[in-house]
């Protein structure tokens, strides 16, 4: 009933800027739209940024200073704005949620291919 829908990514050179987007549909009554994780080929899934429900957030040491975490509840989205990207950054991001808190149910989107050329 409830669906985690990516959008933004996309081809971009370095240094670049790209902005993702995840909205929540269905039954969002409970549903907290917490992190953004990727995966790049090979590598294991690594958080990238979380956000509190008091709005507090945290980042990779990778992306700290270059990426920001921000949720708008009204349209039950949370995005990821990435600047100065590097193709390191080169991954599939994913959104991630749960519900009332718990760690026994999670949501994932299906994911968002972001590409940085140099």
């Known amino acids: 009933q409830v669906q985690l829908v990516e959008s933004g990514g996309g081809l971009v050179q370095t240094g670049g800027s790209l902005r993702l987007s995840c909205t929540a549909s269905g039954r969002m009554f409970g549903v907290n739209l917490k992190a953004w994780y990727r995966q790049a080929p090979g590598k294991e899934r690594e958080l990238v940024a979380r956000?509190?429900?008091?709005?507090?957030?945290n980042y990779a040491e990778s992306v700290k200073g270059r990426f920001t975490i921000s949720r708008d509840n009204a349209k039950n989205t949370v995005y990821l704005q990435m600047n100065s990207l590097q193709p390191e950054d080169t991954a599939v991001y994913y959104c991630n949620a749960d519900w009332l808190g718990s760690s026994r149910v999670e949501y994932w989107g299906q994911g968002t291919q972001v590409t940085v050329s140099s």
């Open positions: 956000i509190t429900g008091g709005g507090s957030t």
